[in-house]
């Protein structure tokens, strides 16, 4: 079994195509379920967050797992793999493995340094857990992840500026509207993304006013933030006395329309300022083009991260905390390849000496029948006599071949050892062992830059 990890983020695909792919709760589980069941697929995790949409499996095959793989995300997509491939980025084994660390570690993030994404991994690893999709490959791989995860925030600086996408985007509201001090702030949502907005805005002194779908949940986060709370009923009426909205919902459709905005704002003399953090998008983007409607938004943020590439969105995060960070994912990551590899090689040494067992009691019994009158001393002695040879002959390969898969390379050390000794092989074992040998040389790359031999059918 390998690694592969199948997914669009904000590195490589625009807004409009994350909003195709986003995945709610149920979407993920259906997600996880249609993983498994396909050809090439037995273990599976799903991470969705308002950055990427990202598939962790373990594959039997790489062609044909990055098939099965990239077709579950175009369905979910409504569209077809081809229009995804230019967009779809590929890793493989030991780079799918370093991917999830340096997701993990918030690296890869579009604020680099946050922290959301570590907790947003560790839900997205109990919800496998929970619907029985994630096993003995992925179990460790994930929990790898998430210790980089601790041990980067813990021993580097990278996140000491605490930045996070609400920061990052209320810093652009700052930019255009001054302090946020003592302003009414209106914040329609209040899941995780709701509650950080909410925490970080009555931080700032802003007078935070909260309404959600649910009201005895707006009515807690309010509580909590010394705000108060507003039925989502009266949305234009809060809309038309607060200077920002925040909008963050988990809504598949579009929350606040141009004609709830275009009724907040008759009459305004002051700009509004609204940050829309959803994926997808809670405001029509039609409203960004109102008068007087100032909107930042992940478009906004990506837009940012795309002119000054290599550089963290908020610009806070010193460049010996990010080279801190690469050099624990990529200790971490050495680790976790030797323990996947010894692992990988453990079955194959086992059924080797077993085998070897298993020849030397069918040689032995043999002798018996060639030699029936061998006293039982002697055919003890005989007996004890071949294992120790056996033993000795295989004592230096196997201890050889334990060694060697745990060094960096792309030789599959434990699949020659099969193939040269014949361990479960069906068919020609030279087709196999040409297989064993070579495995996918490709680290990380989208579709549609796979060879043509690689192509999706």
């Known amino acids: 079994m390998s690694l592969l990890a199948v997914g669009i983020s904000h590195q490589t695909a625009p807004v409009t195509l994350l909003e195709q792919v986003a995945m709610s709760g149920d979407d993920t589980v259906k997600t996880l379920h249609e993983l498994l069941e396909c050809e090439h697929v037995s273990e599976a995790l799903v991470l969705a967050t308002c950055n990427r949409v990202e598939i962790f499996a373990e594959v039997d095959r790489f062609h044909g797992g990055v098939t099965d793989v990239s077709r579950v995300l175009a369905r979910h997509a409504g569209t077809g793999v081809e229009d995804l491939s230019p967009y779809v980025t590929v890793h493989y084994e030991d780079q799918a493995a370093r991917h999830l660390c340096t997701v993990a570690a918030g690296l890869d993030s579009m604020v680099v340094g946050e922290t959301q994404v570590l907790g947003q991994l560790r839900s997205a690893y109990a919800l496998a857990q929970a619907e029985g999709t994630i096993g003995r490959e992925l179990h460790p791989v994930t929990q790898r992840a998430l210790r980089v995860g601790k041990r980067v925030h813990a021993e580097t600086g990278i996140d000491k500026a605490g930045a996070s996408l609400v920061s990052v985007a209320l810093d652009r509201v700052t930019d255009r509207i001054g302090d946020l001090a003592g302003r009414p702030v209106l914040v329609v949502g209040a899941g995780s993304m709701g509650a950080l907005a909410a925490t970080t805005l009555a931080r700032r002194g802003a007078e935070v006013t909260v309404t959600s779908r649910t009201p005895a949940t707006a009515a807690r986060l309010a509580e909590s933030v010394g705000g ?3 039925a989502l009923g009266s949305l234009t009426a809060e809309l038309a006395a607060a200077d920002v909205l925040v909008t963050c919902t988990g809504a598949t459709g579009t929350v606040i329309g141009t004609d709830v905005v275009l009724a907040a704002t008759a009459g305004r003399t002051t700009p509004l300022v609204v940050v829309d953090l959803a994926l997808p998008r809670d405001v029509d983007p ?29 610009g806070s995060v010193a460049a010996d905390d990010v080279a ?23 079955p194959t040494v086992s059924a080797l000496r077993s085998q070897a067992a298993e020849v030397v009691d069918a040689e032995l019994l043999r002798l018996s029948t060639r030699l029936p009158d061998l006293d039982a001393r002697a055919r003890a002695e005989i007996a004890r006599t071949v294992r120790r040879v056996v033993d000795k002959l295989l004592h230096e390969p196997t201890v050889r071949v334990k060694e060697l898969a745990s060094v960096p390379g792309d030789t599959d050390y434990a699949g020659a050892l099969r193939a040269l000794f014949g361990l479960g092989l069906a068919g020609d074992a030279t087709d196999v062992l040409a297989d064993a040998v070579s495995v996918d040389p490709s680290a990380t790359t989208t579709l549609d830059q796979l060879p043509a031999d690689r192509e999706l059918s």
Do not use: K
């Open 324 to 346: 801190a960070a690469h050099a624990l994912v990529e200790l971490e990551t050495s680790l976790l390849r030797a323990e996947r590899q010894a692992a990988a090689v453990a």
């Open 286 to 314: 039609a409203v960004a083009t109102l008068p007087g409607v100032h909107v930042v938004d992940l478009a906004t943020l990506q837009g940012e991260r795309s002119a000054h590439p290599g550089r963290p969105v908020a």
């Open 228 to 230: 108060r709370a507003a």
